[in-house]
């Protein structure tokens, strides 16, 4: 590959689940640099990302695979890895449980909508395809047509 149009990249421990059950912990590989903020690619950014497919590199090999964003259930980092910018004072929190086939994820969702637009329903239905959940030091991105339940404990 010519160098001049290689992507810089950076490397961010993550684990994913996937719709068959299975686990595996690894690397995704986000931007370098953005042009809308200084820093590498937040996680929520690039999951969020159009493209179908994306790259991940299983722990203890030395190529990646690619993998169908259509297929992950839910994926894990560590807080603070890649997580993204502190949010507005004005946001609503809610903790919520997610229940997907053959999996729970248990955590807080931050509600960034209009004030009218603030309840967990809202930010079910809202344009994106993953929910961002956090709990026990981890950011969890569920993809919303896994989930088949969403409780307020």
């Given at each position: ?28 590989f ?48 560590r ?75």
């Amino acid at each position: 590959m010519v160098e001049e149009f290689r992507v810089p990249t950076q490397a961010i421990g993550a684990e994913i689940l996937l719709a068959d059950g299975s686990q595996i912990r690894g690397e995704i590989f986000v931007a370098a640099s953005m042009a809308t903020h200084t820093g590498p690619e937040h996680v929520d950014e690039w999951i969020e990302e159009p493209s179908a497919f994306f790259p991940f590199l299983p722990e203890g090999q030395t190529s990646a695979l690619v993998y169908a964003k259509a297929a992950v259930v839910a994926l894990s980092v560590r807080i603070g890895d890649g997580d993204g910018e502190p949010l507005p004072d004005d946001t609503a929190e809610h903790r919520v449980i997610l229940e997907c086939a053959g999996s729970t994820h248990e955590g807080r969702v931050t509600v960034d909508l209009p004030s009218h637009q603030r309840r967990v329903l809202d930010y079910m239905n809202h344009e994106r395809s993953f929910v961002c959940l956090v709990g026990d030091g981890q950011v969890h991105f569920v993809r919303k047509t896994a989930v088949i339940c969403v409780r307020e404990p």
